[in-house]
């Protein structure tokens, strides 16, 4: 390896994983977000055939998530995660050059399967990296987390900026630049990533559907699916409360720059937080949050909107909850997953999450996702699908009492 690139792996991990995440996310924001428009403008289908794309880009990572997780166990993250970066180049290729519908519904999911096989991997070495700065006392495997989602959010912000300046060249241009990113991603991560140690190759992986014998954690991860679909409802419900408040979907940019701006500016402080209450307390509080989201809207959607910008505070009390709830949620959660998985099969534990919330995500939009079409106009049964959407993380608020108790026994019997 060359000199420049070599750096002790505790010390390397955890900023470079972080700087992953955010060039991932700019290579990815600054494309998908466009695909729709360009399957309309420029390809001419219909809304039926943009939907099915969009869908199975989404189903094929979300769905493929624990299968990337159980190859990072079996073969080592570092060689997964560049197998996804090649993956997700190769989708951005066919996006770029594709002329027919086949090849850019296949670039699509090869975009998706590409970010299932890094994603889990990534996160896995981040808790095996944060494991190691909590044991020197120094930044917690939570607040590594915290940074993780905070540069995650920065690439969302930074992204589709970098589409917006392409989109006058066309798609393709802007298809080739998110492969270019990737390409920059994969050289730096193949001179950075440290290689998994031949002893460790030779040991035994346990199989991946033993991930699934833990009861606890089958309940936590069935509980902790619906902060997904909950956050989901930024693209689905939301829009459906902007049309009955006489609002258009040009409101939606700068409510997404608010939950951004948010999360950049208090993911850190209320990670800190979560580290000093505990799991039992945080996580019951975030699920708590997201249901508030959705009975705040409920609040109003019986009435008629008010002129002015008066008419946005559903959406705006919605976006903050939400982004609040999602801030104490997913830090928590992510430090949680070493815990059930006694440091073993990570890969697998994380990709089981992710999937179980991809499920919950496209199971959830089919039962409740006709329900919102009563919510487009002021009436006292447009309350009901919030309430709906509000049941669905309170349950899981009750849920997590019980799930992360044993997390509290065990952090009272150590500080005796």
């Known amino acids: 390896m060359p000199a420049f690139f070599y750096r002790p792996p505790s010390r390397l991990w955890p900023p470079l994983l972080l700087g992953s995440q955010l060039v991932f996310n700019i290579g990815f924001y600054a494309v998908v977000p466009f695909l729709a428009i360009f399957l309309r403008d420029d390809m001419r289908l219909s809304g039926g055939v943009i939907g099915l794309v969009i869908g199975l880009r989404t189903f094929s990572q979300q769905g493929m998530f624990l299968l990337g997780g159980a190859l990072a166990d079996r073969f080592g993250a570092r060689g997964v995660i560049l197998c996804g970066c090649l993956v997700r180049i190769s989708g951005y290729l066919l996006l770029a050059l594709g002329a027919t519908l086949w090849p850019i519904v296949l670039g699509a999911c090869l975009t998706g399967i590409g970010g299932a096989l890094f994603s889990p991997s990534i996160e896995a070495l981040l808790a095996k990296a944060g494991t190691q700065s909590e044991a020197a006392g120094k930044r917690s495997r939570a607040e590594w987390f915290a940074l993780f989602a905070v540069c995650g959010e920065l690439g969302a912000v930074l992204g589709p900026v970098l589409g917006s300046l392409l989109a006058g060249f066309g798609f393709q241009r802007v298809a080739l630049a998110g492969a270019g990113v990737f390409v920059l991603a994969l050289l730096v991560l193949f001179f950075t990533l440290p290689r998994t140690p031949r002893k460790q190759a030779a040991l035994h992986i346990a199989p991946w ?25 930024l693209y689905l419900a939301l829009p459906v409360e902007l049309r009955r408040s006489g609002s258009s979907e040009s409101d939606l940019g700068p409510l997404f720059v608010l939950a951004s701006l948010l999360i950049i500016a208090l993911q850190l402080p209320l990670a800190r937080l979560a580290r000093r209450c505990g799991a039992a307390r945080i996580l019951p509080l975030g699920f708590a949050l997201l249901a508030a989201a959705f009975a705040s809207v409920a609040l109003f959607a019986a009435d008629t909107p008010p002129a002015g910008w008066q008419r946005l505070l559903p959406a705006v009390c919605m976006v903050t909850l939400l982004t609040l709830g999602q801030m104490l949620i997913v830090p928590v959660g992510m430090d949680l997953i ?3 998985a006694s440091d073993q099969n990570l890969g697998a534990h994380y990709g089981a999450l992710a999937s179980m919330g991809g499920l919950a995500v496209l199971a959830g939009n089919f039962a409740l996702g006709g329900q919102l079409d009563h919510a487009l106009t002021p009436s006292p049964q447009a309350t009901l699908p919030w309430l709906w959407l509000a049941a669905v993380p309170l349950c899981s608020a009750l849920a ?3 799930i992360c108790r044993p997390f509290t026994r065990a952090a009272r019997a150590g500080s005796q």
Request: aromatic share 32%; hydrophobic share 50%; glycine share 0%.
């Open 209 to 233: 559907w033993q991930t699934f014998r833990n009861r606890r954690f089958v309940a936590f991860i069935v509980a902790y699916s619906a902060y997904l679909f909950s956050y989901n409802q």
């Open 338 to 340: 070493p815990r059930f």
């Open 400 to 402: 997590m009492v019980f």
